[in-house]
Every structure is written in structure tokens, then in C-alpha cells.
């Protein structure tokens, strides 16, 4: 390797933007399970801005510079590595230090990118599908023939499960806060403006009052009991934010028990190896496939240099992106 420092992104206290800056540091060795990857592309997700703003604490012993997600160039690979070898092109979910120049990621939960897939495309991959893949299809069990509500569905999340569903066999209903989201997805499902629409009505009168089988909800509290009203029997709530707040007032029981339902939920940074290493076979055996294929492909909202991490952020926090921001280290 030619260089043995990097710059590397930096949170120096929590804030806005401006407390986004850049060090110069070491290049990381790979440890025995991980690849060292030269970083062309990295995604900026919402756990980034919250990290950010010192409301997503990171676990005991994990890197404190941010960034879940990155695809680059494999440089060198530990001594238990068997999977990948320098040269190789990957993408990775990482377990923090996303936003730098290197980055060494584990073995585990590192994909081949398949041949026609940008490096910016596939930088917006790991941390959406896996958590689409991980919360949608394993925990929440949707299959062909079901229908499932994306609550946030211009997020980078919402298309993702949006695309999965929609090349899987699912019908999906989204919801989103503006018109020209409502237009930017209307390709990929029955889109509602939650803003001067009453989501569950709308679904109600196009499903005959049948509702839904599965709801992924970033949303919280606001909308459990319309949730609840809409599922059908065995339907499945799946949690993964709380942007709406994270305490409900008052709960339904007799619901849960009449219909059966399952309330559930998770993050993807609590997980351990080896439930990443599952979610990322799933992946390998079931999405690589519909990549290859130009199918199911990550929306890029918007792409930034390096030095604009700042100018990436201050994107995502207006919220009116539809898909991803990413940002290029190599252009």
C-alpha cells in the first residue's frame, strides 16, 4: 500500500454540520476475520445524523468515527479471510469507521459487488438491505402474495423495501410527507401523502377494508393505533426508529390478541457477528442475484465529494430526499 496515513471524518462534539471535521490517521490493519478496503464510496444513513447529534451512543469498544456503510477496493485481507483477496471489489456493512479513506470491515458481512454496479451504488447497499432484508423478510416474514405498509417510504430504507417487495412479489402501500415524494415513488408502489391524506382510510378503501400483512414503521408512536387497526390476522409490526416518538399512550390489547399480531423490532448496530454474517447470506443468496440483473438497485438522491461531508449532511437533515446520499472518496 502506498500510504500509511489517511484522512479520516470526525465528529468533534455533538451538533449541527459544523462539527463534522476531517484528521489525518493511521491506516487500520485488518484484524484475522476482516478485509481492509480502499473506500471509493460511502452512504450517509440516519443513524450518521443522530451519532452526529450524540443521540445514538456507540457500544462499548466501537470506533467513534462515523459510517455504516462504504464499497471499495479490497487492499489486503486478514489470516482466516478465505472469501476475498486483494483486487476484489466488495461492498461492506461496517461496524463504524465508514467515513475515512480505509476501512477495515468483517469478512462476514462483506458482498462481492456484481460486474455493472457503481461504487456509489453499492456504497448505498449495505446498511438499508441489510436492515430491509434483516427486519422485513426474516423478522417480519413477508412473502409473495402479502401486502406491506413502508411508513417513510422515500427514505433510504422505504425505497429499499419498496424495490425488495415489489421484485419479490409483494404489493406495498408507502407513506410520505410530500407530493413530488408521492410522484418520485410512484413507480415503485401506492404512495400516500400522510400530510392531507388519512393513510389508513386510503388503504382501507383499496384493500376493502383488508388491510395489511406487514407494516415497516420508522414513525412510532403517532401511528400505532392506525397500525394496529390496519393489520389483518397474524399481521406483523416491525419497529425500527422512532422519529415520531417512542412512547404511546394508550394500547390496544384486546387487538393484538383478537388478530394475533406480532410487535417487534430492531437495530442493526446491537446485532452480533454472527446474526450479521445470517443476514448477509440472506443477501448473498437472494438480492446479489437481482443486482447482477441491474434489479432492485439503490435510489441516489444526491452524491458529494469527500470534503463535503458537511454539505452531505446538511441533505439529509432537510429530509427531502428520495433514496440515498452518498458521498465519493474516488470519483
Given at each position: 500500500?502506498?500510504?500509511?496515513?489517511?484522512?479520516?471524518?470526525?465528529?468533534t462534539?455533538?451538533?449541527?454540520?459544523?462539527?463534522?471535521?476531517?484528521?489525518?490517521?493511521?491506516?487500520p490493519?485488518?484484524?484475522?476475520?476482516?478485509?481492509?478496503?480502499?473506500?471509493?464510496?460511502?452512504?450517509?444513513?440516519?443513524?450518521?445524523?443522530?451519532?452526529?447529534?450524540?443521540?445514538?451512543?456507540m457500544?462499548?469498544?466501537?470506533?467513534?468515527?462515523?459510517?455504516?456503510?462504504?464499497?471499495?477496493?479490497?487492499?489486503?485481507?486478514?489470516s482466516?479471510?478465505?472469501?476475498?483477496?486483494?483486487?476484489?471489489?466488495?461492498?461492506?456493512?461496517?461496524n463504524?469507521?465508514?467515513?475515512?479513506?480505509?476501512?477495515?470491515?468483517?469478512?462476514?458481512?462483506?458482498?462481492?459487488?456484481?460486474?455493472?454496479?457503481?461504487?456509489?451504488?453499492?456504497?448505498?447497499?449495505?446498511?438499508?438491505?441489510?436492515?430491509?432484508?434483516?427486519?422485513?423478510f426474516?423478522?417480519?416474514?413477508a412473502?409473495?402474495?402479502?401486502?406491506?405498509?413502508?411508513?417513510?417510504g422515500?427514505?433510504?430504507?422505504?425505497?429499499?423495501?419498496?424495490?425488495?417487495?415489489?421484485?419479490?412479489?409483494?404489493?406495498?402501500?408507502?407513506?410520505?410527507?410530500?407530493?413530488?415524494?408521492?410522484?418520485?415513488?410512484?413507480?415503485?408502489?401506492?404512495?400516500?401523502?400522510?400530510?392531507?391524506?388519512?393513510?389508513?382510510?386510503?388503504?382501507?378503501?383499496?384493500?376493502?377494508?383488508?388491510?395489511?400483512?406487514?407494516?415497516?414503521?420508522?414513525?412510532?408512536?403517532?401511528?400505532?393505533?392506525?397500525?394496529?387497526?390496519?393489520?389483518?390476522?397474524?399481521?406483523?409490526?416491525?419497529?425500527?426508529?422512532?422519529?415520531?416518538?417512542?412512547?404511546a399512550?394508550?394500547?390496544?390489547?384486546?387487538q393484538?390478541?383478537?388478530?394475533?399480531?406480532t410487535?417487534?423490532?430492531?437495530?442493526?448496530?446491537?446485532?452480533?457477528?454472527?446474526?450479521k454474517?445470517?443476514?448477509?447470506?440472506?443477501?448473498?443468496?437472494?438480492?446479489?442475484?437481482?443486482?447482477?440483473?441491474?434489479?432492485?438497485?439503490?435510489?441516489?438522491?444526491?452524491?458529494?465529494?469527500?470534503?463535503?461531508?458537511?454539505?452531505?449532511?446538511?441533505?439529509?437533515?432537510?429530509?427531502?430526499?428520495?433514496?440515498k446520499?452518498?458521498?465519493?472518496?474516488i470519483?
Open positions: 500500500m502506498s500510504q500509511a496515513v489517511m484522512q479520516q471524518v470526525i465528529i462534539e455533538p451538533g449541527g454540520v459544523d462539527k463534522l471535521a476531517y484528521e489525518s490517521v493511521a491506516v490493519a485488518p484484524k484475522a476475520d476482516e478485509v481492509l478496503v480502499k473506500v471509493h464510496a460511502f452512504g450517509i444513513n440516519r443513524p450518521d445524523i443522530l451519532q452526529r447529534q450524540g443521540l445514538y451512543p457500544p462499548k469498544g466501537v470506533t467513534p468515527v462515523p459510517g455504516l456503510e462504504v464499497a471499495g477496493e479490497v487492499v489486503a485481507a486478514g482466516d479471510v478465505t472469501k476475498f483477496k486483494a483486487g476484489d471489489k466488495v461492498c461492506g456493512l461496517t463504524g469507521g465508514g467515513y475515512a479513506e480505509y476501512c477495515a470491515v468483517p469478512e462476514s458481512q462483506t458482498l462481492s459487488i456484481p460486474a455493472g454496479v457503481s461504487f456509489a451504488q453499492a456504497a448505498a447497499i449495505p446498511e438499508t438491505f441489510f436492515t430491509v432484508w434483516a427486519n422485513v426474516q423478522m417480519g416474514k412473502k409473495a402474495g402479502e401486502t406491506v405498509l413502508v411508513h417513510g422515500g427514505s433510504g430504507i422505504g425505497t429499499t423495501a419498496l424495490m425488495l417487495c415489489k421484485s419479490l412479489g409483494i404489493k406495498t402501500f408507502a407513506t410520505v410527507g410530500t407530493d413530488e415524494k408521492v410522484q418520485a415513488i410512484a413507480g415503485l408502489t401506492d404512495a400516500i401523502n400522510y400530510k392531507t391524506q388519512d393513510f389508513e382510510q386510503v388503504i382501507n378503501e383499496k384493500t376493502d377494508n383488508g388491510g395489511v400483512d406487514v407494516i415497516l414503521d420508522m414513525v412510532g408512536a403517532p401511528y400505532l393505533e392506525k397500525n394496529l387497526n390496519l393489520l389483518r390476522r397474524d399481521g406483523r409490526l416491525v419497529y425500527i426508529a422512532f422519529l415520531g416518538g417512542a412512547k399512550k394508550e394500547v390496544k390489547l384486546g393484538i390478541m383478537m388478530k394475533r399480531l410487535i417487534t423490532g430492531s437495530t442493526m448496530r446491537a446485532r452480533n457477528t454472527a446474526e454474517a445470517e443476514i448477509a447470506q440472506g443477501l448473498q443468496e437472494h438480492v446479489t442475484p437481482l443486482w447482477a440483473k441491474g434489479e432492485c438497485l439503490p435510489m441516489i438522491y444526491k452524491t458529494f465529494k469527500f470534503d463535503q461531508i458537511q454539505d452531505a449532511h446538511a441533505c439529509m437533515d432537510t429530509g427531502e430526499h428520495v433514496g446520499v452518498v458521498v465519493e472518496v470519483a
